[in-house]
Structure formats: C-alpha cells, structure tokens
C-alpha cells in the first residue's frame, strides 16, 4: 500500500513539475511564454559588435540582463538592463570609453495559448518603458516606451516560426523625439529534447534616414538545456545594409528559480 501511495504521490509531482526554461534570447525575436508565477528568471549576455561603417572602426562591448519575474501564469513584470558598456575606437588612437547604460522596466502578457491542431498561435504582448539611467554617453534623453508582440507557430518536423512586430518612440542623439518600427522573423528548429538551433532576421529599428534609419541584421544560433533550469546559448549577427554595423556576437546564461 505505501509502494502504490508513493508512486501516486511521485506521479502526482511529475504532472505538476514545470516545463523546462523558456528564454527570450538569445535569440532577437523573444518568446510568447512567461516565466510562470512565482518564478524568477535572469539572461545574462555578453554582446561584441565591430563597426567599420566610418574610419574609426569602433568596438562595442556589453553586458546586457533580463531579469524576469511571474506574478500570475500569464503575466510577468520585467527589467531589463544594458549593464557595463565600453566602446573602443581603433582610427589609431585607441581611445576608449566606458559606463553603465540604460534600464527598462516593463511587463509581458501572454495573451492566447498556441493550438498545433488548429494552426493557432500563442501570442504575447510586451510593454517597455527605457529610463535615462545610464552614465555618460551611454544614457538617454528620456524615457522610451516600446511595445511589442510575439506570435508564435509549432510547424512539423520540430519547427518553429516566431513573428516580433513592434514600435519604439525614441530619441535622436540630438534628442528629438521619433517613432520606429521593430520587426524580426525568426525559425526555430528543436533538435534534441535539449538542443535547439535558429537562423532569424531581425530589425531592432525601421526608421526614417533622418532619425537613423533600418537597421537589419541576418542571424543564426543555438541554445542548450543544461538542465531542466539553465540554459546556455549564442547568436551571431552580420549586416543586412550598409546602415548597419558589420557583425555581432552575442553569448548567453540563463537560470530560473
């Protein structure tokens, strides 16, 4: 009698255990899941970009976190930071600089479940509000709200395809308000139970020429489960325009608790 009580208990508890994390990176277009309530997420990156656009073919070098927390099973409140940045300028000089960018506070709402059967999404709205936090050159005008959606399809053969519109209402470097468009397509191949690769492209910003531009990059990565919560995973980014810069590499740790 204790053996079966103990398989039903041992059952029981399988049924209820949570899936395995779920991150927004390291790919551009982010997941429609939440965190799930009462858990605690962190991503941690390490991003370098060369930019050879101009003469000083500059360096750039972050550390980019999300911090993500559920409050109920479809909402989670979110912040979001540049962390430390340094750029380096290579026209000869090697001049440097270096300081803390800004930090976005924020929530995502996963509004509808994915339905394979009746080739229905999952959909999940996301709210930014960037604030002028950062130091020296690295922080902003004002604060920069941004909203965003992700829509998600299962396809067969363990393929994914995520869409991520959205709209940024920023600042020029002169601080002149401008809106944006945000956009990234992104195909996810699901190898293992563990292991999942992805090739996207990704717009963090579809503007005017006058207030920057388009900015669109061709990516490619991969992620893997570690255990059912950590998560390593890379992406690697080159120019889609002459707009943009040349490449970047993006590495990523991930853990919920």
């Known amino acids: 009698m204790a ?8 059952a029981a508890e399988a049924a209820c255990a949570p899936a395995t994390i779920d991150t927004d990176g390291p790919d551009f277009v982010e997941s429609s899941e939440v965190v799930g309530k009462g858990h605690f997420q962190f991503e941690a990156d390490v991003v370098a970009q060369r ?4 003469p000083a073919r500059i360096t750039a070098l972050g550390t980019p976190t999300l911090l993500r927390f559920g409050v109920t099973d479809t909402v989670e409140l979110r912040v979001e930071t540049e962390g430390a940045q340094r750029v380096i300028d290579h026209n000869g000089s090697g001049a440097t600089a270096g300081g803390r960018g800004d930090t976005a506070f924020g929530v995502k709402w996963h509004a509808q479940d994915r339905d394979r059967a009746t080739n229905t999404p999952a959909v999940s709205w996301i709210l930014h509000l960037e604030t002028p936090s950062g130091t020296g050159q690295f922080t902003g005008h004002g604060v920069t709200p941004s909203l965003r959606s992700v829509i998600t399809w299962e396809l067969p053969h363990d393929l994914a395809l995520g869409f991520m519109p959205g709209i940024r209402y920023g600042f020029t470097p002169d601080g002149k308000r401008y809106a944006s468009a945000i956009g990234g397509l992104v195909l996810n191949k699901q190898w293992t139970d ?5 090739i996207e492209n990704s717009a963090p910003q579809i503007a005017r020429a006058a207030d920057g531009g388009v900015l669109m990059s061709w990516d490619a990565g991969a992620a893997y489960l570690v255990t059912r919560d950590w998560q390593i995973g890379f992406r690697a980014g080159a120019a889609a325009n002459r707009n ?7 590495i990523e740790l991930a853990g919920r608790f």
């Open 194 to 198: 563990k292991l999942r690769t992805f």
């Open 51 to 54: 930019d050879r656009r101009s």
């Open 3 to 10: 053996t079966t009580v103990a398989a039903f208990a041992f």
């Open 244 to 250: 943009t810069p040349d490449s970047q590499l993006l």
